[in-house]
């Protein structure tokens, strides 16, 4: 009896039993060794939780809110930024009262890890990240929301950790997404998404407000970013009230060269094509043929306009370290 007390005690200063989605890598060949280490490195914390797996990206919607449904207070999503975003997305769905006693943590285990990478998260230290996240430290951050109708003309929103990408990045990122599949290599996928660029529009007539600024013209690519935005917006952090802005004029071709070698060594904002901007709300009235990626995830066509604003300290993050 009294070790099940100090067990007891033990959960309440971790925050409760903790709700554990883990979400598989579609490019894994042995999804389940991830899973089986994570599980046991928290019983070998004494961490007691309840672990649910999703079949595919849809269902981590349902197994979210069947946390939320049965009273967890500490989520932890063992995934990606895509899954990152859909439980955070559920969160918002919450009334502020009940939010606010939900921390969600994340043990990055996806094809793309930017909002776990602006936190120093590295994908495979799981011990080193469960030690932190078993200290309890919350940090409330902001939240993106994209505001837009769809195609049935409803109002809708959406919630972003990282970014929002309206042009070519956005079609990058679809392809990287899905020829990482095929090639499991972060680096060939991104140099083959490129090379498919050759396939693609390049560039995109928008409207698009910043501020006191109006920028009407063809551009290659926008990122409102809330966090790194996968390179685009290195200085942005989530917990400053604030969006950071990069709009891309098309460049030459010369110039795209530069470009792309500035992006993958963390200088984007160095090039002469791109134009910074800090905000809070940026207003899309719009973006001819651009494909619309949210935290990495194409969106489904939203309608034009559209706005993106921040919302301050709306989620209680768990930090890693």
Not at 99 to 122: C, S, Y
Not at 172 to 189: A, E, P
Request: glycine share 8%.
């Amino acid at each position: 009896m009294e070790k099940q007390t100090e067990q007891q005690q033990s959960s309440a200063q971790l925050g409760g039993r903790w709700g554990v989605l883990y979400c598989p890598k579609g490019s894994s060949f042995f999804p389940q060794k991830k899973r089986e280490h994570v599980e046991k490195l928290l019983q070998e914390r004494g961490i007691e939780y309840d672990l649910l797996q999703s079949e595919n990206a849809k269902s981590v919607d349902r197994l979210v809110k069947m946390f939320l449904n049965n009273g967890y207070e500490t989520i932890i999503i063992v995934g990606g930024d895509s899954a990152l975003n859909d439980a955070v997305n559920c969160l918002m769905q919450l009334e502020q009262q009940k939010r606010e006693t939900v921390n969600i943590g994340l043990i990055p285990n996806g094809l793309m890890n930017d909002f776990a990478k602006f936190w120093e998260m590295k994908e495979g230290d799981d011990e080193a990240i469960i030690d932190g996240l078993a200290q309890h430290r919350v940090r409330k951050i902001d939240l993106g929301c994209m505001r837009y109708k769809n195609k049935q003309g409803e109002a809708c929103r959406r919630y972003f950790l990282n970014c929002v990408n309206i042009g070519l990045i956005a079609t990058i990122m679809n392809l990287r997404r899905q020829t990482r599949h095929i090639f499991g290599s972060r680096t060939l996928s991104f140099i083959f998404s490129f090379v498919l660029l050759i396939f693609q529009r390049l560039e995109y007539k928008m409207h698009i407000k910043i501020n006191t600024d109006t920028i009407k013209r063809r551009v290659m690519t926008v990122c409102v970013g809330n966090a790194l935005g996968y390179g685009q917006t290195p200085n942005a952090v989530p917990y400053n009230g604030q969006l950071d802005v990069s709009v891309v004029y098309h460049p030459e071709i010369t110039q795209l060269f530069e470009g792309i070698y500035l992006f993958l060594r963390g200088k984007f904002l160095n090039h002469r094509s791109v134009h910074p901007y800090r905000t809070q709300k940026v207003d899309i009235l719009e973006a001819n043929h651009a494909l619309v990626g949210i935290d990495g995830r194409l969106m489904d066509s939203p309608v034009v306009p559209f706005a993106i604003t921040v919302e301050q300290e709306v989620i209680n993050f768990l930090m890693p370290q």
